[in-house]
């Protein structure tokens, strides 16, 4: 049994952080090997450092039994190792062919022959059963298509060692059993596949072995027939992961919030549904659905081309993000990087943003009291655990875990009537997780509303009260959480033709 | 915590302060290319400046119009814009406050100055508004823009005093002389010329220390100048603020125009204004916005522009050496980033601090 | 308008296109790569004061234009160091560098020359090469090599970006960065090719003539605001070879109008607003046209290398 890949004693320091801590991993020629761990376990730096992105701090990496120091992603490309990342590296301007072969061009006389790559490109995709339109522009076509494309850049340059970065994020259930199978399709050719993922699902179904990353360093490697779903996550986690538990429904008659045919661009088609008092109603779909843009129609940042957007009884005349938060409602959004926090300001400062003109932090109309917005800022990290401690300290130190928690901590309380939350979890640890959905809970206890959006099925069956689903900007149905199956999920995330039907 | 509150204080200034340093040898080494002696230049740049009574007032003075660019500079970046069309606004200014100098006449001093100013004030803020409406509604590069509307402010300037407010007897190309009561009130005359536009700027400075540092409006400037995506999904409303800051900007350059013409020449000179425009960015940008550090490197520059009379005498340097120092200055803030990196590296290597996610 | 005065015009028209155009050129490979150039006018006046220092010193004008496109080429230089190894505020360091090139190339001239105004020297103003040509030998004739030089570099330039590998490699590292990394190219390596070699030799070209090409002696600020025409030519002719000399040719008809106004002034204007033609004519081009969804998408955003990232 020979090893394709041999990663020994794997540091990597960066200025404020180890990523890798002495990592130890292994992989099978031939086999398909999960490397599994929560956000923020240095999964990604490893395999970075395997496709010659970064270089070690220290440790020595062997492929094919051979030493090898990557300088560069052409070394470990003419290493034969193809890389697949979680977000797609390819250029929207371009066909699929160009894409495909860029970095690899074939030429005739010093001259790009592109009729040569398209001709490639095609005898590629039928070699695999693709399917690629060759000619087709890559900003035109599907997700699900682009990460073929991906697969094939991989394959034309003659990969046998494949890194798939989180694959499954933008992908429908059905979607992702397709991909299952084409792993297992590259598998019989002889390929070896290297997948990093945090879904329990993928993580059983598609791997042969396992090998688990906690704060850098690696806890264990195991064999998938010889575990199961709660191990794994109790190795990730440290401990046993409850998410939502034992929950109960706060969820009352009374609507919060209520959309009647809304349209926004062609992001958003013809969206209703209702808010209740005490609920937390999640939006499921495969990314880019319009779930970003309902939460911030609802949030008051964009302008609904038409339709009416009620809150609290009242419609919404004048659309603006001030207003809609001073009316009670706290927002989470997506990217919390460009539009929750301002990474340069201190934790003090981003625990005050977007709040700063209440009369508490006030100090004769127009000076800041800047007692009041340190006792905030106490008062917050001690509340919601924010690591670390010092409220000078500047935001974009924090860990992703300890910024999201910042951002919910001064949503959430400043809330009266709603939290908006997208995508909550992303890039968070699960202990943050955790506590960002018991915040949630909370809040529905007191008589506050939850719109979350999740990407992570899991999650939303877990947490949520009623799940409403959209595809490609229509919702395609709303159900009872505790009565529905992720098949059922599944199949709604991609029958945008149906009608919407609401459940009660 | 008292050691790392100044630590983060250190680990800020740092950046400039080697900047500085290094502007300083590269510029001894272009002297010495061209055989000058460096050491002297420095020396002659301080007894010119700084050396004598006369000359100290002379770069208090000059320091006024500097200081002013620079907080309009300042202004902008505070809130993530760069206005480098200052100087342009500073000479339009000058040319708005000429004209209300020379032709409102039989009005007493106390009307006539402040109405000179706002004269000066008035068409700063003209001019700065439509680099700014073109910015905000067409999101043309507001760099690129600016700089044309400084060279059109220099030949638009000139064309207004040949054509119309020309001084048939003076030997130069300048306007008739202002009135009398337009002049800015002395402080004093001797050993130098000092008037109440010292006065002004302190009044602006602490307006604008407070303004920055204290109020709400402050704080919403200062996120929406580090994050202004995350400042508009807070609530923030950027595009009024970034507006403002910049059309205030005008305002603050066109006051330094006029300052120069009601205080210092009497008139309006053709080309009067050595670049004080350009001094302004390199002063706003290593300072932080902090108003305090922009009063002291606009006295820097005073001294740099004043003492090149010196140099020039003394040594024979020509006086663009002041160019390449604000051009020097403004390369190497252009690599900011990177020069925290080595300041940071040099700083972390002692603690070897290690965190763990 | 009269027979002579068309021809004179177009003559004109494109002896004045010609530093705009080479500069847009330049600007366009540096752009497209990813790095946005506002120091277009520092790395010309640096060309232009180099070639008449190279002629000065040698006597030969082509060893000028080696020089010229060797001083282009530090100041091009600095700013790629700036722009793709550190990182750095591009636009600033675009500024910075403007500054810095006039005032040294100010300084510079005064130190050795003792005035703003260098003296004449040996100049490449006219291709006598084609005068035998029947017919239209004369006027061919009447303009310099350089010219010449400057229209195969618009070829050359269409061919790049449209027929070679390498233009593929130059759109994908300007549209992003990292994509073009994964896919084993170096884009620090093709982006400093682009700013330090393409651009700044097109800058040297386009200095070198506008001193010794048109001219014969090296004048301070002699380039008036060209390199920045350049710049919003390459952004109005939204990257592309053919449009970009279009808007050159453009911004050319205006700057031959202003040189005209000034010999012929038909309308009695004063000759200080006539220079201030070309000048609104950038700023009225850039009101009248609206976001471009053409640009490289990575323009301006500085990519680092991961050994730098703090």
């Not at chain 2, 050396?51 to 300042?74: D, E, Q």
């Not at chain 2, 009561?181 to 009044?203: C, D, E, H, Q, R």
């Amino acid at each position: 049994m020979e090893y394709a890949v041999e990663m020994r004693g794997i540091t990597m320091q960066f200025p404020a952080v180890r990523a890798n801590d002495n990592v130890d991993f292994s992989v099978l020629k031939g086999e398909i090997h999960a490397l599994v761990g929560e956000n923020g376990a240095g999964k990604s730096t490893l395999m970075n450092i395997l496709y010659g992105l970064y270089s070690p701090t220290a440790g020595e990496v062997y492929v094919n039994g051979r030493k090898t120091e990557f300088h560069s992603a052409l070394d470990a490309i003419q290493a034969g190792i193809g890389m697949v990342h979680q977000h797609f590296m390819l250029i929207p301007r371009m066909t699929v062919a160009e894409n495909v072969v860029l970095g690899a061009e074939p030429r005739k006389n010093r001259l790009y022959d592109r009729k040569q790559a398209g001709k490639e490109v095609e005898q590629l995709s039928a070699q695999y059963d693709f399917s690629l339109p060759a000619r087709a522009i890559v900003r035109d076509i599907s997700l699900g298509m682009q990460q073929r494309v991906e697969i094939a850049k991989a394959l034309y340059r003659k990969a046998d060692i494949i890194i798939l970065d989180e694959p499954t994020a933008v992908l429908t259930p059905q979607e992702i059993d397709e991909l299952g199978n084409m792993l297992q399709q590259l598998k019989s050719i002889g390929k070896t596949i290297i997948i990093i993922t945090h879904k329990m699902k993928e993580i059983m179904d598609f791997s042969d072995r396992i090998t688990v990353l906690r704060a850098g360093k690696k806890v264990i490697t195991v064999n998938t027939e010889e575990t199961d779903a709660n191990q794994i996550t109790e190795y990730m986690v440290g401990r046993e992961v409850h998410l939502g538990q034992g929950r109960k429904s706060y969820s009352q008659e009374e609507v919060m919030l209520e959309f009647q045919n809304v349209s926004y661009q062609d992001k958003v088609k013809n969206v209703s549904f209702k808010l209740k008092k005490g609920e937390i109603l999640g939006i499921a779909g495969i990314d880019n659905s319009g779930q970003k843009e309902i939460t911030e129609l609802a949030a008051g940042i964009l302008t609904p081309d038409s339709g009416k957007i009620i809150h609290n009884g009242m419609e919404v005349k004048i659309y603006s993000a001030k207003e809609i938060k001073e009316s009670g409602t706290g927002f989470v959004p997506q990217d919390r990087h460009r539009h929750g926090l301002v990474l340069g300001m201190s934790v003090e400062d981003n625990l005050l943003l977007g709040y700063q003109r209440l009369a508490e932090f006030r100090n004769k109309k127009v000076f800041l009291n800047r007692k009041a917005v340190s006792d905030n800022a106490i008062d917050k990290i001690k509340n919601y655990d924010i690591r670390p401690t010092d409220r000078t300290v500047l935001t974009g130190k924090l860990s992703g875990g300890n910024q999201q928690k910042v951002v919910v901590a001064r949503e959430s309380s400043r809330a009266k009537r709603m939290i908006i939350a997208d995508q909550p979890s992303r890039g968070v640890d699960i202990g943050a997780t955790e506590l960002i959905y018991q915040i949630f809970s909370d809040a529905c206890k007191k008589g506050e509303s939850v719109l979350l959006s999740s990407l992570e099925l899991d999650e939303i069956l877990a947490v949520t009260d009623r799940i409403m689903v959209v595809a490609e900007g229509w919702v395609t149905g709303i159900v009872d959480s505790s009565k529905t199956t992720r098949t059922e999920i599944g199949m709604m995330m991609v029958n945008s033709a149906s009608k919407q039907e609401v459940a009660e | 915590m008292m050691a790392k509150l100044s630590r983060d204080k250190m680990l800020s200034v740092l950046p400039s302060l080697l900047i500085i340093l290094i502007a300083v040898v590269l510029i001894s080494i272009i002297l010495l290319a061209t055989g000058a002696n460096p050491i002297l230049f420095f020396m002659n740049l301080f007894k010119g400046s700084f050396g004598t009574k006369r000359g100290l007032i002379n770069t208090i003075s000059k320091a006024v119009p500097i200081c002013l660019s620079a907080f309009a500079v300042a202004l902008a970046n505070k809130v993530g814009v760069f206005n480098i069309g200052v100087e342009g606004q500073l000479v339009f200014g000058a040319l708005g406050s000429a004209i209300a100098g020379i032709y409102l006449q039989e009005l007493p001093a106390i009307i006539h100055v402040p109405l000179a100013l706002f004269g000066g004030i008035l068409f700063g803020m003209l001019y700065a508004y439509l680099p700014t409406w073109m910015y905000i509604k067409q999101q043309a590069n507001l760099m690129v823009v600016f700089i044309m509307m400084n060279n059109l402010a220099k030949l638009f300037s000139t064309f207004v005093i040949i054509a119309l407010i020309q001084d048939p007897a003076s030997m130069v190309t300048a306007s008739q002389p202002i009135q009398k009561s337009a002049y800015l009130p002395m402080i004093m005359t001797s050993p130098g010329k000092l008037n109440i536009s010292v006065f002004i700027l302190i009044a602006v400075a602490i307006l604008i220390y407070v303004f920055f540092y204290k109020t709400v409006y402050g704080y919403e400037m200062t996120a929406c100048g580090v994050n202004g995506e995350a400042a508009d999904y807070s609530g923030i409303n950027t595009r009024k603020y970034i507006k403002w800051a910049l059309i205030l900007g005008g305002a603050l350059a066109g006051l330094a125009g006029a300052i120069e013409v009601q205080g210092t020449y009497f008139k309006l000179y053709d080309g009067f204004s050595p670049g004080y425009g350009f001094d302004g960015i390199p002063i706003a940008l290593l300072s932080n916005n902090n108003p305090l550090f922009m009063m002291v490197g606009s006295l820097l520059f005073a001294a740099l522009r004043v003492g090149s009379n010196t140099t020039q005498i003394e040594q024979g340097i020509s006086g663009e050496i002041v160019t390449v120092i604000q051009g020097i200055l403004v390369t190497l803030i252009a690599c900011e980033y990177f020069i925290r990196y080595i300041a940071k590296r040099s700083m972390t290597r002692k603690k070897g601090r290690r965190m763990t996610i | 308008m009269s027979k002579v005065i068309l021809l004179t015009l177009t003559v004109s028209l494109l002896r004045l296109t010609v530093p705009i155009m080479t500069m847009a050129l330049g600007n366009m490979f540096c752009e497209r790569a990813g790095i946005m150039n506002l120091g277009a006018e520092g790395m010309m006046i640096a060309g232009a004061f180099g070639a008449v220092v190279g002629t000065y010193f040698t006597g030969n004008p082509w060893l000028g234009v080696l020089t010229a496109v060797l001083c282009s080429m530090i100041v091009s230089g600095i700013h790629s160091l700036i722009s793709v190894e550190f990182g750095g505020i591009q636009n600033i360091s675009g500024l910075g560098l403007n500054m810095l090139s006039a005032g040294l190339t100010s300084f510079l001239c005064r130190s050795i020359f003792n005035t703003g105004i260098t003296p004449s020297v040996a100049s490449i103003q006219t291709a006598g090469f084609f005068k035998n040509i029947p017919v239209i030998g004369h006027f061919l004739s009447q303009f310099s090599p350089l010219a010449y030089i400057s229209v195969v570099v618009i070829f050359v330039s269409w061919f790049i970006m449209s027929k070679t590998v390498l233009g593929m490699h130059i759109v994908a590292v300007g549209d992003d960065p990292k994509a073009a990394e994964t896919a084993g190219i170096n884009v620090w390596r093709l982006r400093h090719f682009c700013v330090t070699v393409l651009c700044g030799a097109l800058a040297g070209l386009a200095g070198a003539y506008l001193s010794i090409g048109q001219l014969s002696f090296f004048m301070e600020d002699m380039t008036a605001g060209k390199g920045m025409l350049a710049v919003i030519a390459v952004k109005m002719g939204r990257w592309n070879t053919k449009y970009v000399v279009a808007m050159a040719l453009l911004f050319g008809f205006f700057d031959a109008l202003q040189a005209q106004l000034q010999i012929n002034n038909v309308l009695h204007i004063a000759p200080e607003l006539i220079q201030t033609i070309p000048y609104l004519a950038g700023i009225i081009t850039m009101l009248l046209s609206s976001r471009s969804k053409d640009n490289p998408r990575a323009l301006r955003v500085p990519y680092v290398k991961n050994k730098y990232k703090i």
